[in-house]
Every structure is written in C-alpha cells, then in structure tokens.
C-alpha cells in the first residue's frame, strides 16, 4: 500500500496541469458546435489538446521524478527514454515490419492504442528504478565515461526493450479479450450496461477501457452508441434505446465526481487545505463542465485505491439505472455540461431533464460515502498523504555531519543497509521498516544512544533517542546512500558517549515544580497507550487527560525544540531541566493537521506563555489518543509536581 501512496504522489504532478488544458478543450469544443471552426476554437483545441493528447508521456515523466529518491531531473530523462522506446517498438508501422508485412492495416488493432496511461505508468516505474539503482554505479576507468547518472538511461533502454518484446504478445491478447468480453455483455441488456459503467472506471488506470469503449460507442460489435446518437434522425439509432451505453455517466461525471472533490476537499488536513483545492476545484470543474474526469480521478485512484473501486461501483449502478429508466442521452467528446446541452434536443433525447434529478442523488451519495470511507479508514486522498517531515529553520543549517558516528552504529545495531527498507523519525525516535526484526542488536543500538528499542509488528521497529533524533535520522540518510559524511562530534560531546535523552547525564533526584502546562486530569505515566512513555523509556514525567485546547510554558525556559508539524515541544528551564511536552500518541502522522505552534525555537518563554494550540476533538476524530505525557529527559530519578 505504501508503494501506491508514493505512486499516488508522483501522478499528482503530471495531473496538476491536466484540468486547465481539460477546460481549453471543452471550451474549444463549445465554440466549435455553436459556430463552426474558427481561429479561437482551433487555438484553444490546440492548446489543450496538447496536454491532454499526450497525457501518457506526462505520466511516464512524472511518475519517474516523484517515484526516485531525490530526483535531479536524471530520472525525468530516463522516463522519457522507455517512453520512447517502448512505444516505438510498439507501434504500427514498426510492428508491420517486425511481422513482414506491408500494409498497417494488417496489423493488430491493439498496437494503435498502445500510447495510454498504463504504458506510460510502467514506463516511468522504469526510468524512476533505473535511476535509484544506478546513479552512483561505478564503472572500470575505460567505462568511466558511463559511470554514475550517464549510466542510467542506458540502463533504461535495455530494460525497456525486454518490456517491449513481453509486451509484444501479451498487449494484443488483452485487448482482444477484452473485446470479446464487451460483445458478450452487451447482451445482457440493462445489467450489462451496468457491468460495462463499472468495468470502464475500473480499467481507466490501465488504459485498457478503450477497448470496452470500441463495443459499446462504436462498431466494432454493431452498437454503435455515440454515433448514431449524434446522428439523429438520420442515422440508425433507436428512440428510447439509442444512448443507454452513454446517459449513465452524465449524473457521475457532472455532479458525483464533483461531490467527491468537496468530500476530499473538507478532510484534507488544514495545512494542506489551499493546497488540495488548487487540484480538486479545477478539476471537479472540468470533470462537470467538460466531462474529463482523469485529472480527478488520478488524484485519489492510488493514494486510495478502495475508494476509486467504490467510484466504479457507482459509475455501474448509475449507468445501470439510467439504462432502466425511460431517458436517454448522448456525447460526442465526454458527459460534461457541454455536451449534455449540446445534446438536450437531439431527437434521439429522451427526458434529459431527468439526468440533473439524478445527478443532485449522486453528489449527495459520493460526498456522504466518500466523507466516511476517508475519515474512517484514514485514507490518503489529496492533501492528507504521508509526506517527508521538513525541518524548522534551525534544524535545516545544522551541520549534516555532527551524528555521523552515531548514525553508523545505528544502521549497524538495526542490521545493516540491506535490512533497513524505509526511515523516518518523529518528535523523539526513529520509525523503521527493516527486512528482518531479529536482525536488530537492542543492546548495540543502546549502547550506541538509544534510549531503548520497541519492535510494534512483523516489520516495524522504533528506536527512541531524544529530541536531537532528526539530526541523526539525517546522518543515518547519508550512510544509507553511501555519501560521505564529517565525523565531528555534537558542540561540547564525545560522539560516541553522547546521549541527548533520560539516559544520558548524571541522574540526581529531584523534585520540579512546574505550572501545569494544559488544563485536564493528570495521570500516571503508566497510564499512557504507547509503551516507550508508559515505562520512561524516556524519561519520567506524568500524563494529562486533555480538557483544554492550550499548552503552555510550565516555568520559566528556553525553546529548544518546536517539532515542524506542531504536536510536540521540547523546553530547557532555567535550571538546565528538559522537558518533553507530547500532544497526543503517534500524532506525528497528523502531519501538522489540528496543531498550530505559537513559539520558534530559541525563544524565550515565561510560566504560563502559550506554546502551541491543538484540536482534541480532530486528534479524536483522526483515530489518535490526545493524552499528552510531560518527560523530564535529563534527571531519571526527578519527579514531576504541579503547582
């Protein structure tokens, strides 16, 4: 699931510049319609069918930038490098010469349509594995030449042509089952209307939908949907038959998908709200207006994957519905606004205005099921993914190699390079993937400055260090690329003994008297739902039921640690003391949503100034525990009394 979250992210960047060009087109079209070709439809057409025409090549680039790791724009060269390769390999007049013959025609309908998302997806997936795998490779001197990122397009042609030659007899024989497939349900009347409705969302990521769309909009079956629709009266089409392929996806295409858009709209995380309705206005604007659906779609399809199932589930049910019913409608470019307009008198039209009356239906229905399926299954529709953590200011200009030791005892302690498959930290510990859990040294990682070790599942590991753990998830970075790093030491610490946690320091007991920092119930530290509070592994403190919505300073201090997503600050009294104040439990995955820090780091603060601000109510409705734990880091033996 993690890999099509990040593939999801990467298609949001070619998908960004689609509704606009959508919009061109749709209005291109309009014109066209209305009073004939002229210069403004043509120029317009022509500017956004530029981008939409070639939305596969858009993908085959994007997907191989955002699915590297740190992308120089190398990986963008090697995308179009198998785009290139594959679909010219691929191509008709190619393969009438790779099969002998002389006319085009002879070939195989299935390599005219070879040019579609799914290809460019693969291909791209390939630029971007190319580019991981062998930008640092290094070549004997007489290759030298080819060695590190020179290597990797080379690298991507090979591999693109074993795809294209798998391809080469694996594309026709889906195409045409897929035909064959499409003849057999239009039989079934309404209910394969139905299938079919379900059957083109469902292939659209893969592009194979053309095919279905060949049987039922055009002749390959005898229907011929579309264009005796657009006939009229003098074409072949049937009153009150003619349109039954195409009326259901007006109510979804206008009004659902639209819904859907606002449902993703109001749970995107509040930092990130502009940034969804830049990519979900436009597009559900398109998706009504001129019936282009991919750029909405694309948006949610991999980052939620269930959720564009339960798209296709209702696309069928609305084109079976529409086929049961007495009313009927056609299009010529998509089911948009335009074209149902364009069509309303169209003598093959049969109560159109019954398409509106469903459409109202289907947005509530999409905003309603949408809304709950994302809120209750925490699904990573746009503006709520799994983003890289950013550092504050300060952290960004610390110098990269001051845990550089610290950091190869860790990958070492956790298995080795090969056994760490994804690294991330939050306000206070390391969050890993590793390959293997019984490869991890506990005592290793301790004795290298971990406070302690936690293995939360087959393949999760979380290694507690301190508030200074962003810092060596940097170092630790750099030794799992293999670049080079400073070997110096934290200001005024030996690297190998320093231990910025409740491990570290000389322990001496002590009562704090501290303001209480947010107004509740105070709890024992046991009473805590996450074990490395619940035991100190951290450090010893108490815990606070939350019935306020601020955290404040709780004596007079520095800042020295304001998390960038808000949940979490890190505080040094006066008297040299470090607190941990923690908003709620694995709230880090919040990113940000519901926290708005008050202070920067490095401020001064007196008791009762105000730290940050938090919502309990959507750290609740997020399916996370607002219970906020107060650490003492520095003194193991200090125990923590409100006055």
């Excluded at 659209?204 to 009229?232: C, E, Q, R, T, Y």
């Excluded at 195409?246 to 009004?255: H, L, N, Q, R, V």
């Excluded at 169209?346 to 809120?375: K, S, T």
């Excluded at 926290?595 to 009762?608: C, I, T, Y």
């Amino acid at each position: 699931m993690k890999f099509f979250q990040r593939l999801g992210r990467s298609i949001m960047l070619p998908v960004a510049v689609l509704p606009v060009a959508a919009i061109l087109v749709g209005i291109s079209y309009w014109i066209t319609s209305v009073a004939g070709s002229n210069l403004v439809s043509t120029f317009l057409a022509a500017a956004g069918g530029a981008l939409i025409d070639n939305m596969a090549l858009l993908f085959a680039i994007g997907i191989s930038i955002g699915m590297a790791n740190k992308s120089d724009g190398t990986s963008a060269l090697a995308g179009l490098v198998s785009w290139l390769t594959v679909t010219t390999l691929l191509n008709p007049a190619t393969v009438a010469g790779l099969i002998g013959v002389e006319d085009v025609a002879e070939v195989d309908p299935a390599f005219g349509k070879v040019q579609n998302v799914f290809i460019g997806i693969i291909c791209g997936l390939i630029g971007a594995w190319a580019y991981n795998r062998f930008k640092d490779v290094k070549l004997p001197d007489a290759l030298s030449f080819f060695s590190g990122k020179r290597s990797v397009a080379i690298v991507t042609a090979g591999v693109s042509l074993v795809v294209a030659a798998v391809l080469f007899f694996v594309w026709p024989v889906v195409y045409t089952g897929l035909v064959i497939f499409g003849e057999w349900i239009s039989t079934l009347g309404p209910v394969g209307a139905g299938i079919y409705g379900f059957l083109n969302r469902l292939l659209i990521p893969l592009g194979l939908h053309h095919a279905l769309n060949s049987v039922f909009w055009f002749d390959v079956a005898g229907i011929n949907d579309l264009n005796n629709f657009l006939a009229g009266s003098g074409g072949e089409g049937v009153f009150g038959v003619t349109g039954q392929y195409m009326t259901g996806f007006f109510p979804i295409m206008m009004f659902g998908l639209p819904g859907a858009a606002l449902a993703m709209y109001v749970t995107a995380k509040t930092k990130r709200k502009k940034m969804a309705s830049g990519i979900l206005l436009s597009a559900a604007f398109a998706s009504f207006f001129v019936g282009v659906t991919e750029p909405l779609e694309f948006a949610f399809m991999f980052l939620a994957p269930w959720l564009y199932l339960v798209h296709a589930v209702f696309t069928g049910i609305s084109v079976f519905i529409a086929a049961l019913l007495p009313t009927r409608m056609g299009f010529g470019f998509s089911a948009g606004f335009i074209d149902l307009v364009l069509g309303w008198m169209n003598p093959l039209a049969q109560n159109p205005w019954m398409i509106p009356v469903m459409g109202v239906f289907w947005f509530a229905v999409y905003f309603v099921v949408f809304r709950f399926l994302i809120l209750k299954f925490r699904l990573k529709t746009p503006g709520r993914e799994d983003d890289d953590e950013s550092l504050d200011a300060s952290a960004a200009t610390a110098p990269r190699g001051d845990y550089a030791d610290t950091a190869e005892r860790f990958v070492a302690g956790l298995g080795g390079k090969d056994n760490i498959v994804q690294l991330d930290n939050c306000a206070t510990r390391l969050r890993l993937e590793v390959a293997d859990t019984s490869r991890v040294d506990d005592a290793a990682l301790k004795r290298a400055g971990a406070a302690g070790t936690i293995v939360s599942g087959a393949k999760s590991v979380q290694v507690v260090y301190g508030l200074n753990v962003q810092f060596v998830k940097d170092a630790m970075d750099d030794v799992l690329a293999g670049r080079s790093v400073t070997r110096s030491a934290p200001a005024g610490s030996d690297a190998r003994t320093e231990t910025p946690h409740a491990a570290g320091g000389t322990a001496t007991a002590t009562v704090i008297r501290l303001t209480q920092p947010v107004a509740g119930a105070v709890l024992p530290l046991s009473a805590v739902p996450d074990p490395v509070f619940a035991q100190g592994t951290m450090g010893p403190g108490v815990a606070i039921e939350p019935s306020g919505d601020t955290v404040v300073a709780p004596a007079e201090g520095t800042v020295t640690t304001v998390f960038p997503t808000g949940h979490a600050i890190g505080v040094t009294l006066d008297d040299g003391t470090e607190l941990l104040i923690h908003v709620g439990i694995d709230t880090v995955d919040m990113k940000g949503s519901g926290f708005q820090p008050l202070v920067q780091q490095g401020e001064r603060v007196h008791a009762g100034r105000p730290l940050l601000r938090f919502d309990a109510a959507a750290i609740r409705s997020a399916g996370y525990n607002p219970i906020t734990p107060v650490i003492v880091l520095n003194n193991a033996q200090a125990t923590i009394e409100f006055v």
